[in-house]
């Protein structure tokens, strides 16, 4: 019998139960029954968290490319699978079939091939939400190139920093990305990244917005060209289960970013299982997720979720203010949309925007209502459950971390009663629980705590790209046999979980994690700074935004303190992003700091929240004197 697709209550809780008790049975049926594999399995689990080591589906050979396209060749093949609507409305959407796609990314595999690409080398890809984004990666899949995709929103030392630390051979941008009415000069970035990567070899440019770029020889060549000449059938190259599939960054809460290892046969059956599940995908349904590819929800609920399931996955180019705030309304309209999969910062964003332009489309193509990234505050739970589900589309609140490859906590819509704010229950085959800060498991339900997982999973990371230890220290070492998730949560009276946001120095941003070391790193370079501490404090539309404290030199003192303001944000910009650009910056003659000489960011956070009334003990401080002070000149 199939658990494959799950339609009631009784029966999740059935299967669920199989899946703990009999994790390898319940496992090897799903895939056995639903995939294409080249060669089937020796074991399907095996795992030590203490080293850490997991692996499944071991001895087992796929390409996950064959999965989500060959296969649906025979009986979808006009369908469509990728729907590109662009930045600009007036420009038409692009409806690409699977035989289009299966074609384009046969021809991206060729053309990589001929560049010399091969089997295990990492690609980088640094594009804007258009199809040569989904196709490239899709390309490096074919091939088994490892694709290590960058946010097109970082910037050139953040992206060289990741084109470095994976060493890619091979560059994948565009002249330029569109976004609302500005355009954004990619290759300029690209360019400026790559006078400090050697190693990159190739770059291949995607024309979109035809402006005027310089190409250097030898190394930059416009990709179109190269794509009409090459053949449009390429070998999937025949990948092993725990082959790597894809690296992605993620934010530490210390030092540079994580690249998260996502290995391939594990991470293709987890995240099209909870796909079909989580929205309730039914064949002939249009399905949007408004993430970008750049994080994962793009990697596993725009790309191979979807595709896997064969469904008909929307790509978005553009911003949902432009032209206006009804841009999102407008494509659900426009498209029929059926299922809906986007972030709280967005919603909130629209809500500020007021009812009367949603009030102007019709929605009723609407099912199914997904939030993800960070927790939605119930205000923006029921502004979007009442206006945009129009209290007919369950809301499911989806928690999990690029780390976790897919959903782990979430209803499942028409099967889980919701609840605001609420999570609510483990995915099939997830096993969640709460720690104390001692190492003992909250057993019952009513308590909070910290959030870990006790048993492996399909689709998780399998270390940091060169740095096992850190995966190790990370998310192994803080609970002995347990994963780490670095957030706090609470189980309720019927044991529904609550997200209730990290306990580590991670700031969620608009949705975006931001580790706070690397922002200070960044001011820290400014001439005029001394040091500083970056805390969140609750923001109206961004979730949180960031505060900055921020101690000068001598020879800052006598600085505009605007002026500086508006450096200390630029340098920000340059390093990492216009994402982490501070949003109130408090200078301060000194921070509190621990007699070992640690900054104490738990004051620093009350006093950013306005919550001064209980600081807690400060006695205990290297200068518990400064504390006032900085209370006194709080912005
Ligand atoms: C937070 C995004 C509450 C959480 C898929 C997690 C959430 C981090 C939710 C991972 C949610 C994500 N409710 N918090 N539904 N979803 N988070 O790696 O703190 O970009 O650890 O993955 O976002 O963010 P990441």
Redesign the pocket.
Known sequence: MSNYHIKHLEEYYQVYRKSVREPHNFWEEIAEEHFLWRKKWDTVLSWDFSKPEITWFEGAELNITENCLDRHLATRSDKTALLFEPNNPDEPAQHITYKQLYHQVNKMANVLKSKGVRKGDRVCVYLPMIPELAVAVLACARIGAIHSVVFAGFSSTALATRINDANCSLVITSDGAYRGAKTIDLKGIVDDALNSCPDVKTVLVVKRIHSKITMKPNRDCWLQPLLDAAPNEAKAEVMKAEDPLFILY?SGSTGKPKGMVHTTAGYMVYTAYTFKNVFQYKENDVYWCTADIG???GHSYIIYGPLCNGATSVMFEGVPSYPDFGRFWDIIQKHKINQFYTAPTAIRALAKNGTELIDTYNLSSLKVLG??????NEEAWHWYNDNVGKRKSPII????????GGIM??PLPYVTPTKPTY?TLPFIGIQPCIMDEHGTELQNNQVEGRLCIKFPWPSMARTIWNDHKRYKDTYFSTYKNMYF???GALRDEVGYYR?T??VDD?I?VS???LGTAPIEDAINEHPAVSESAIVGFPHEIKGHALYGYVTLKEKGESRDHNNLRNEINQIITEHIGPIAKLDKIQFTPSLPKTRSGKIMRRILRKIAEKDTSNLGDISTLLNPECVQDIIKEAL
Do not use: F, K, L, M
């Open positions: 993620t994080w994962i929800t939030s993800v990234g960070e927790p939605i609140d989806s928690w999990w971390q690029t780390e976790t906590i979430s999570a998730t670095g957030d997200i946001g990290r991670v969620i949705g975006h994690n």
